[in-house]
């Protein structure tokens, strides 16, 4: 059973930081692609920053210049360092990332439970 736990989150004011973590566990014959995505109340989820294996990155407009995903391919653990918060960043942070599982022929989807980041005027 592979899974994506989460940590990170929490109330920040307008202009603070805060550094998401997510890691996957289980039996894990590798991890290709890693993202984060958001979701604020009512909206749909969004994609928000995703890494590559080899390192590439994207990034959502919205945060370019102010979010920085990395990752640990030893540890199996991608991160989101959110800087420069606004109150529109409020929304629940969900890891996502595709991995392949010892047995299995290819690689799964796999998403972690959310965290929450709540960002003050």
């Known amino acids: 059973q592979v899974q994506l736990v989460e940590s990170g989150g929490g109330l920040v004011q307008a202009g603070g930081s805060l550094r998401l973590s997510c890691a996957a566990s289980?039996?894990?014959?590798?991890?290709?692609?890693m993202a984060w995505y958001s979701q604020a109340p009512g909206k749909h989820r969004e994609l928000v920053a995703a890494?590559?294996?080899?390192?590439?990155?994207y990034y959502a407009d919205s945060v370019k210049g102010r979010f920085t995903i990395s990752r640990d391919n030893a540890k199996n653990t991608v991160y989101l360092q959110m800087n420069d918060l606004k109150p529109e960043d409020t929304a629940v942070y969900y890891c996502?990332?595709?991995?392949?599982?010892?047995?299995?022929?290819?690689?799964?989807?796999?998403w972690g439970q959310g965290t929450l980041v709540t960002v003050s005027s």
């Open positions: 289980g039996s894990i014959f590798g991890v290709n692609a």
């Open positions: 996502n990332a595709e991995i392949r599982g010892y047995g299995h022929g290819g690689y799964l989807e796999v």
């Open positions: 890494i590559a294996s080899g390192g590439s990155t």
